[in-house]
């Protein structure tokens, strides 16, 4: 199959396109870290943005006779026992030769964030690939240099070429990298149109993940290695099946309902399609579904409140893009502390996961703790996002805690959010992608303020909900967001009454 090499001179950064015939047989793609989450919510999302396109090159690929080498790194040994991973575990092995020296200067990296000002903090939350990327019995996964490097000698593969995530950090650092396997000996090249950067977003100097992206890229073009538009040569060798869009507009930052990005005051959004320039964006804010009839993209706009954004892209009339959607959440104002702390009070009814005569009031599972004054559920500090907090109530998703409503009561105050200690063991290794929370404050059977879905690391949710005079009783209700209670440890913290004044 005939490939289009672009490459650029390390001095003027022109661009120069050669051809190559490659043999199938003696060429694998190597993907790289396609985890199924990552500490920064758009970087996830960009993530799975790559999928559809991956999927359908990776299936003419294996179709072609090209060899998969799936490379998790991190969560490799969570897939013990498939047929990948223990044909390239039980691989023969052959010394590696000495690795030959390359000079690049170092890549550009943003921080891994590409949420733009309100940055998240990281954690080792993935535990597997995108669940829609297939590994075929056919496949392999090796998980280190000496593995890699023996296989493809086994085979008489020669190419190889390079997809996943992130471009400078992964596909360059990890052992089984582009670097070492080009050191190797391996003719190695880059599928510009199949990784993305450990970027950053700048709205204000005009720097969007996407150009981040593309200046990594020309770097490895200047220093190390070609690189292909994968999908457009399989398009132009009569292989490319796929009639529908495979690219979704891409939105930064990239919040969506089940992991919503939270602001202050305001944010400005960016909507690209780096695939498809000519294309034209629609978009609508109130979660409805876009058309052409609906506002078009010119530019990075402001967001001031809660919104549900969609949008999908079309040219000459025709959708050349799948929907994407976008959700952001505004904090309410910071509440004052209470005069009365939740945990000096003693609630009606406190109900918890797990099983009970219906009767009962007070309830838990073995893997939980009854509600704990001034401590988590799991009896150690109150801290959400870096911050250790004194005073509050760790729960357990689902959780109900009633209390009375005294006369005096004017505001219920907190702040709400999911408890963080599970990143003191091994930064949340394999755990933190999990606790999804929503909190309610329920007055006498009527909802009257919610947080959207909260995830771990996470600015915290704000309450500052007036009581009614007449008021009865106050439910405060943690939920699991519908997603099960795996790690769904909540902790309202300064959490309490304000008294009339």
Not at 375 to 381: D, I, T, V
């Amino acid at each position: 199959m005939e490939f289009n090499l672009q490459r650029r001179d390390p001095q003027s950064g022109v661009a120069s396109i050669s051809r190559e015939n490659l043999d199938p047989r003696q060429t694998a793609l190597v993907i790289v870290d396609m985890w199924n989450w990552h500490w920064c919510k758009t970087s996830t999302q960009r993530v799975g943005s790559l999928v559809p396109r991956m999927a359908e090159v990776v299936a003419r690929s294996r179709e072609m006779g090209m060899t998969i080498f799936w490379c998790p790194s991190d969560v490799a040994d969570n897939y013990v026992g498939t047929p990948a991973y223990e044909a390239a575990f039980n691989a023969p092995k052959r010394p590696l030769p000495a690795l030959r020296k390359i000079e690049c200067p170092p890549a550009p990296d943003g921080g891994g964030c590409t949420c733009g000002p309100e940055r998240c903090q990281g954690n080792y939350g993935w535990d597997a690939m995108n669940p829609d990327l297939r590994v075929a019995d056919t496949d392999l996964m090796p998980n280190d240099l000496e593995t890699l490097y023996s296989i493809c000698r086994e085979r008489g593969i020669t190419h190889l070429i390079y997809m996943g995530v992130h471009t400078q950090v992964c596909l360059l650092g990890k052992s089984i990298g582009l670097l070492n396997l080009s050191k190797a000996g391996f003719s190695c090249l880059l599928a510009r149109d199949l990784t993305d950067a450990h970027g950053m977003y700048d709205p204000v100097k005009k720097i969007t993940p996407d150009d981040f992206t593309a200046r990594v890229v020309e770097h490895f073009e200047k220093y190390l290695a070609a690189t292909i538009n994968f999908a457009e040569d399989l398009r132009r060798a009569g292989r490319w099946q796929q009639a529908r869009p495979v690219d979704p507009v891409r939105v930064t930052p990239w919040g969506v309902p089940a992991r919503p990005h939270l602001f202050p005051k305001e944010i400005t959004v960016t909507l690209t399609t780096p695939w498809q320039p000519q294309a034209e964006i629609h978009y609508t804010l109130d979660g409805s579904e876009p058309g052409l009839a609906s506002a078009r993209y010119t530019g990075p706009f402001q967001i001031r409140e809660t919104t549900h954004l969609r949008a999908m892209a079309w040219q000459n009339g025709e959708p050349v893009c799948l929907p994407s959607e976008g959700f952001f959440a505004r904090l309410p104002e910071a509440p004052p502390m209470p005069d009365i702390h939740l945990a000096d009070l003693t609630p009606v009814r406190v109900a918890g996961p797990g099983h009970s005569p219906s009767s009962s009031d007070h309830r838990y599972s073995p893997v939980s703790s009854p509600p704990q004054k001034d401590r988590s559920n799991r009896q150690a500090g109150l801290r959400l996002r870096g911050q250790d907090y004194q005073r509050g109530m760790g729960v357990h998703a689902p959780n109900h805690l009633v209390y009375q409503v005294k006369p005096e009561y004017a505001r219920f105050v907190a702040l709400a959010g999911v408890d963080e200690r599970i990143l003191e063991i091994n930064n949340g290794s394999n755990l933190a992608k999990y606790p999804s929370v929503v909190f309610k404050v329920i007055l006498d059977g009527r909802c009257v303020a919610a947080s959207p879905v909260m995830k771990i690391s996470e600015v915290p949710w704000r309450f500052n909900v007036p009581i009614p005079p007449g008021s009865r009783q106050i439910s405060l209700v943690a939920t699991d967001a519908g997603d099960g209670n795996r790690e769904d440890l909540a902790n309202w913290v300064n959490a309490g009454f304000v008294g009339r004044r």
